[in-house]
């Protein structure tokens, strides 16, 4: 079992890369460390194919530091892969053939190594998101909580926002966590609305808790339109104070009723300071319980 975190050496993907600690002990798992080396054409016609071999064994070096120092402070398997090409391509690519549990990846590093433009994995983790075909836990923010304690679903009434329940009870499960499930409305005069989601919140809890875990379910009405509902979640998260994981879905259902809170993938990981795990929707065979 393999966990893919790419890296640039810059703060943000090193505090991605510690949080895959512990999610790495747990599962347990591998840490594979992913850095891909992308020159500007202009750099490469510049310096030549010498000024690439002289750049990639200096990562090839500094890869191989990090994965030691890695597995000497922590115990954990570490093994290093270096590509050269399009940074969201080759982490896609990396992540399939490495049939990779998990992507754990910063979303606004700086990187300063020459050939690498600033922000690539900032620039490429909405391509990312959309296109893959594991979880991909992004991290936004400089201080995180050591583990989980609590997991947010955000959820609306569409087939694929109902199926992050299964990974929800799963990760709750490795983290001996609890769950917190939250719908928003900006529509409170519709009562067929607010009706629905109460039910389902109801069902969701009782779902979850069947398999042991806490679990607390909450309607957040009064937003005041459909563009407040991501940021008022978010704010619910922060005020709970004990959230460390939210779980979306990268995608929506087609035709999702307005009404309802739907999967922002590049909203939620752009704005929160939580970190977000974005999971890719497909059949699971609970979801017929809600139907």
């Avoid at 093994?79 to 399939?96: C, R, W």
């Avoid at 929506?252 to 739907?262: N, R």
Wanted: charged share 20%.
């Amino acid at each position: 079992m393999q966990i893919l975190v790419p890296v640039d050496f810059e703060s943000q993907s090193l505090i991605a890369l510690e949080q895959s600690y512990n999610l790495a002990r747990l599962l347990p798992a591998e840490i594979v460390l992913l850095y891909v080396y992308d020159p500007p054409a202009g750099l490469r016609s510049l310096f030549g194919a010498s000024q690439d071999e002289m750049i990639l064994k200096k990562l090839e070096e500094s890869l191989a530091a990090l994965a030691a120092k890695v597995q000497d402070e922590t115990g954990l398997q570490v093994s290093t892969i270096l590509e050269t090409g399009q940074v969201y391509s080759k982490i896609l690519e990396t992540a399939d053939k490495l049939k990779a549990q998990f992507i754990i990846m910063g979303t606004h590093s700086q990187p300063e190594l020459p050939g690498n433009a600033p922000g690539a994995l900032g620039a490429n983790s909405s391509r990312i998101l959309r296109s893959t075909k594991c979880p991909v836990i992004t991290i936004n923010a400089r201080h995180h909580y050591d583990g989980i304690r609590n997991i947010l679903l955000p959820l609306d009434l569409t087939t694929e926002s109902r199926q992050k329940v299964t990974w929800g009870i799963k990760i709750a499960k490795i983290y001996g966590a609890g769950i917190k499930v939250v719908s928003g409305i900006w529509s409170p005069n519709d009562p067929e609305v607010r009706n629905k989601l109460r039910f389902l919140a109801s069902q969701v809890k009782q779902f979850i808790e069947k398999d042991g875990i806490r679990c607390s379910a909450e309607i957040v009405e009064g937003v005041e339109n459909e563009k407040a509902l991501i940021p008022t979640v978010l704010n619910y998260a922060e005020q709970q104070g004990d959230i460390d994981l939210i779980m979306i879905m990268t995608q929506q259902e087609a035709g999702v009723i307005e009404f309802f809170m739907g999967s922002r993938a590049q909203e939620f990981v752009r704005l929160s300071q939580i970190p977000v795990m974005a999971i890719a929707p497909k059949e699971l065979g609970f979801v017929s319980i809600f139907s």
